[in-house]
């Protein structure tokens, strides 16, 4: 098959799977409680309708191969991992946390184009990627928006910066087209309409600005249960009635909306007016929390999964045919609280074992 300009067309790659919620009160309430395992149980129900009705593969995007970056090619230059440690060392932090932090955060520094002079950053969370980005772009202006201040004492100091707090669009209706970068690290997936907000995040980019942005690939095959969102989407095609179970919303994960891949993160920054798309993964190190290359990762996947299946989905199991019209709150929350303390448990494993990648595209 070819294009229209005569070349052959591109190789579709995997589509994503996106669970759309309109209403912010909802959306808020998930991220809060992505289980719908919280003390309001008409919004529990409500989350589950919404999601089982709002649940849906993406438009796929041609296939991408990612750039894998060498143990070196992540290390920051030294003069800039001297004023990191600075900056560290400023807020308080040990030894031990330095060497986390750093694991988690200097290859994402490394990647920023060092020309940004006004940086925007999506979802600051606790600050300690604002001191990496203070410390590679140290005239840089630097505004950050997030929902609570979260940073951790020092932080503002340290960084010098413009904190705006409260719900990330309606800042961001405030703010013009005067930025040189977009920063968001493990924000996007929280999007409950990453399409709608991509488009927004590229008006406020100046001519030839770039975005850069740090999250998991949840929807990129081999992802860990995975295969419950599309046994489901599958499913409301032949039944358009069906619900998801309650309990099986722990699989689902209503507070990671959109479970991208790199096909369908070229897919979207496309649509949304980007171009020069690319993407990064370190070698070594492909999940955040757990440092592993692909063959090692994927036979962590196997023994994490294996046990779950035989110790966990039985109790799901147990619990769904006990209770038919739904389980229990109560029983719900218990049964959540104890995956949440095992290492195979649903989401903490989904969590430590998904890979994380990194893109970087600019605005034309």
């Known amino acids: 098959m070819q294009n229209p300009t005569g070349g052959p067309l591109p190789a579709r790659g ?3 799977v996106q669970i759309r919620v309109i209403d912010p009160s909802l959306q808020a309430y998930l991220q809060r409680y992505p289980f719908a395992s919280g003390p309001d149980e008409t919004m529990n129900l409500r989350a589950d309708v919404v999601a089982s009705e709002n649940i849906f593969f993406r438009e796929a995007g041609p296939e991408v191969e990612t750039t894998l970056l060498s143990p070196v090619e992540t290390q920051l230059p030294s003069l800039e991992m001297e004023r990191v440690q600075e900056l560290l060392v400023r807020i308080g932090l040990s030894a031990a946390e330095q ?11 490394n990647l920023v184009p060092r020309e940004a002079g006004n940086v925007l950053v999506i979802g600051c969370g606790d600050g300690i990627e604002l001191l990496f980005l203070r410390a590679v772009l140290p005239e840089a202006r630097i505004t950050a928006i997030d929902y609570h201040d979260s940073l951790l004492p ?13 719900d990330m669009h309606g800042q961001l209706q405030s703010l013009g087209p005067v930025y040189d970068l977009i920063f968001s690290n493990h924000t996007l997936e929280h999007l409950y309409d990453p399409d709608r907000t991509l488009a927004i995040l590229a008006s406020l980019l100046a001519q030839g600005g770039h975005m850069l942005s740090v999250l998991p690939m949840n929807g990129q095959p081999g992802s860990p249960y995975l295969q419950r969102a599309h046994q489901f989407i599958d499913k409301r095609a032949s039944n358009a009635n069906a619900r ?10 209503l507070g990671h909306p959109w479970k991208t891949n790199p096909s369908d993160i070229v897919a979207a920054l496309t649509l949304s007016g980007f171009e020069d798309v690319k993407l990064f993964q370190r070698q070594d190190h492909l999940c955040r929390p757990t440092r592993a ?7 962590k996947r196997k023994s994490v999964i294996f046990l779950n299946s035989a110790m966990i989905a039985p109790v799901h199991f147990v619990a769904k045919i006990l209770f038919p019209g739904g389980v229990p709150l109560r029983l719900r929350k218990l049964i959540f609280a ?22 970087l595209c600019r605005k034309p």
Request: charged share 25%.
């Open 14 to 16: 995997v589509p994503g």
């Open 99 to 109: 060497k986390t932090h750093t694991n988690d955060f200097a290859w994402e520094a």
């Open 154 to 166: 020092g932080v503002f100091d340290a960084v010098g910066m413009t904190l705006l707090e409260g």
């Open 244 to 253: 998801i179970p309650m309990l099986d919303l722990v699989y689902i994960e």
């Open 293 to 299: 290359s692909r063959a090692e990762l994927e036979r």
């Open 338 to 359: 104890v995956e949440r303390r095992l290492p195979f448990g649903t989401n903490r494993s989904a969590n430590a074992l998904s890979e994380e990648a990194l893109f």
